[in-house]
């Protein structure tokens, strides 16, 4: 299974601060010192990034309305992952992390300093939500150069593909641990500042659309924007 860690991110405050659930513009108007804060997250923490990221690439043997069969006698089972995949040809299965490094940080500088804590989570939230995208570009490319084309990424827990479920699939095919990345008995993640993603290559497959068309608090999210 491939092991990618050259990755960059160029991450900045406004970032930081949107991943603590704050719009960047008014709260510098209103808060200034927490614009301060996330700045001396971002320049003590960005050191303690280590992004890496584990895909497999796999031929789709079959497909059904809940259930797409991979080689290796692998599957994926639910609505959603089926329809995403049923137009492709292959399927990458991709698990990414920043290490735990940050997370350790955070939690000890968290007791005594609170409002550094939620900056320095906030940076990590930042940091793998960034490698995720440079993933998605990088077997973009790569589809590409192949005459294919890539759909949009899904992770466990839309609509339509269960969190346990999806995470369970995805572990089973996934050589995760050598990303430095396990699952626990309830499905989470270690280290938290993880993601997991399936996504579809083919000459044919539908790239529009976004994750939260899956979601099931699309009709009350105020975050929608900040996927688009």
């Not at 939500?129 to 790569?142: D, I, M, N, S």
């Not at 539908?206 to 929608?224: E, H, I, M, P």
């Amino acid at each position: 299974m491939p092991i990618k860690r050259d990755w960059v991110l160029n991450l900045d405050v406004d970032q930081v601060l949107k991943n603590q659930g704050a719009d960047p513009v008014a709260l510098r108007k209103r808060s200034p010192r927490l614009a301060d804060v996330a700045l001396r997250a971002l320049e003590a923490g960005s050191s303690l990034l280590k992004p890496v990221a584990a895909y497999q690439q796999l031929k789709i043997v079959s497909c059904t309305h809940a259930q797409v069969h991979l080689e290796g006698g692998h599957l994926l089972s639910g609505k959603t992952i089926a329809q995403l995949l049923g137009p492709a040809e292959q399927a990458v299965i991709v698990v990414c992390t920043i290490g735990g490094m940050l997370e350790t940080y955070t939690s000890e500088v968290m007791p005594q300093d609170p409002l550094f804590g939620l900056a320095l989570d906030g940076l990590g939230s930042a940091a793998v939500e960034t490698l995720a995208e440079q993933v998605c570009a990088f077997l973009g490319e790569r589809a590409a150069s192949n005459g294919l084309q890539a759909t949009m990424p899904l992770g466990p827990g839309v609509e339509g593909w269960p969190f346990e479920n999806g995470q369970s699939q995805i572990f089973g095919i996934a050589e995760a641990r050598e990303a430095g990345v396990v699952l626990t008995p309830s499905s989470m993640m270690l280290p938290i500042k993880s993601l997991s993603l399936v996504i579809g290559l083919g000459e044919h497959v539908d790239n529009s659309g976004k994750v939260c068309d899956f979601c099931t608090l699309r009709a009350s999210c105020r975050y929608q924007d900040h996927y688009a």
